[in-house]
């Protein structure tokens, strides 16, 4: 089990930045898929960002495609999503989560969550 926390969110305005992070412990996550997805109120959870452990690569959803990047530090245990040019649509809790995923935009490939981190962007 990886215990999972995330931190970084806040108030920001339309085409402001953000820097979200996720700290991990209990194991390490080297070997783990990790990845953020997000859920705006009245919506389903929805992928953003995932770093697959096999093979090293990083996906975006379309929505987030060159306005945002993911890092991660397997020897820090830490995961980054730097979001730029914020719009408002992007408001949502936003979950750091890591699994082994055969379907890696599938929030259900994922059985480690962490509480989540608000992100409100004003018009």
């Known amino acids: 089990q990886v215990h999972l926390v995330e931190s970084g969110g806040g108030l920001v305005q339309t085409g402001g930045s953000l820097k979200l992070s996720c700290a991990a412990s209990?194991?390490?996550?080297?070997?783990?898929?990790m990845a953020w997805f997000r859920q705006a109120p009245g919506k389903e959870r929805e992928f953003v960002a995932v770093?697959?452990?096999?093979?090293?690569?990083?996906n975006y959803a379309d929505s987030m495609k060159g306005r945002c990047s993911m890092a991660r530090d397997d020897v820090k245990n830490m995961l980054y999503l730097q979001m730029n040019r914020l719009e408002p649509e992007d408001t949502a809790v936003y979950y750091c989560?890591?699994?082994?995923?055969?379907?890696?935009?599938?929030?259900?490939?994922?059985?480690?969550w962490g509480q989540g981190t608000q992100v409100t962007v004003s018009s």
């Open positions: 989560a890591a699994g082994y995923a055969s379907n890696w935009r599938s929030s259900a490939d994922y059985d480690n």
């Open positions: 209990g194991r390490a996550i080297v070997t783990y898929d």
């Open positions: 770093s697959l452990w096999k093979g090293g690569s990083t």
